[in-house]
């Protein structure tokens, strides 16, 4: 069932969202050659606790981190821990927010130091892809016509999307329906309506698209240890078209 948002609830996950982007631009600048993902786990919860929110992630389903940290050839769901980012590698951060119950969601893949000229076009091209998706979040659209936008501008350039990770709803759920699959043809699927709230975000990894699950049963690797990236917006479709809520 999609659950379709007030006026007064898409400004509640907009207060949420801010806080979130303050949060993810802080980790931006925080995440430099040496620091661990633990220690950016940290910075990130306090940073969120300090503004009267809660880590939407920490305990959902036993996760203990505050944020995802997944470098390099890692998808996706990185738990916080002892590894040191080091020049070069990228580190895809996803958070959650819960601000007066209602729950804003996004991620960034950030360059540490230098990073190679293959690493940055496929940053680009991820963050491209979900622009592109945003565009098709209006009403009359399908979810269809969002998937089939990432997938398209993610294949354009070489790459593949990730099939088994999708993206979602969300309102006072972290993951609400419809799916948001970062494939599929348009004009198929949910038909997008104002007040509905989805997560859109595109995984895209420069190999192929199989991911694999490891030991720890959390995170998500390419099955062939490409680099994958990762970005996210929580997004509106509104009367005026679509409305970013992860931003300042
Ligand atoms: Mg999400």
């Avoid at 399908?142 to 990432?150: F, L, N, P, Q, Y």
């Avoid at 350039?157 to 969300?170: D, F, M, N, P, Q």
């Avoid at 895209?204 to 917006?233: C, I, K, M, Q």
Wanted: proline share 5%; charged share 25%; glycine share 12%.
């Amino acid at each position: 069932m999609i659950i379709r948002k007030s006026e007064a609830e898409i400004e509640r996950i907009a207060a949420a969202g801010r806080i979130l982007r303050g949060c993810l631009d802080m980790l931006t600048e925080a995440a430099e050659p040496g620091i661990s993902t633990k220690e950016l786990d940290r910075l990130a919860e306090r940073f969120i606790r300090s503004a009267g929110a809660i880590p939407t992630f920490k305990g959902y389903r036993g996760f203990p981190g505050s944020i995802c940290a997944s470098p390099n050839d890692m998808v996706v769901h990185g738990i916080p821990g002892a590894t040191r980012l080091k020049e070069g590698d990228i580190v895809g951060i996803d958070v959650g927010v819960t601000f007066k119950e209602y729950v804003a969601d996004a991620a960034v893949s950030i360059p540490i130091g230098e990073i190679s000229a293959e690493a940055r076009a496929l940053l680009e091209a991820t963050r491209r892809a979900l622009e592109m998706g945003v565009e098709q979040c209006r009403a009359g659209n399908r979810v269809g016509d969002i998937s089939h936008a990432v997938q398209t501008h993610a294949e354009s350039k070489g790459y593949s999307v990730v099939r088994t990770l999708v993206g979602h709803g969300v309102g006072r759920e972290m993951h609400e329906d419809p799916q948001v699959p970062n494939f599929g043809r348009p004009g198929q699927g949910p038909r997008l309506l104002e007040g509905i709230v989805l997560a859109i975000e595109p995984m895209v990894n420069a190999g192929g698209p199989d991911v694999e699950v490891g030991e720890d049963r959390w995170a998500v690797y390419t099955a062939d240890g490409s680099l994958s990236a990762h970005f996210e917006h929580t997004v509106a479709v509104t009367a005026d078209g679509p409305r970013i809520l992860t931003v300042c």
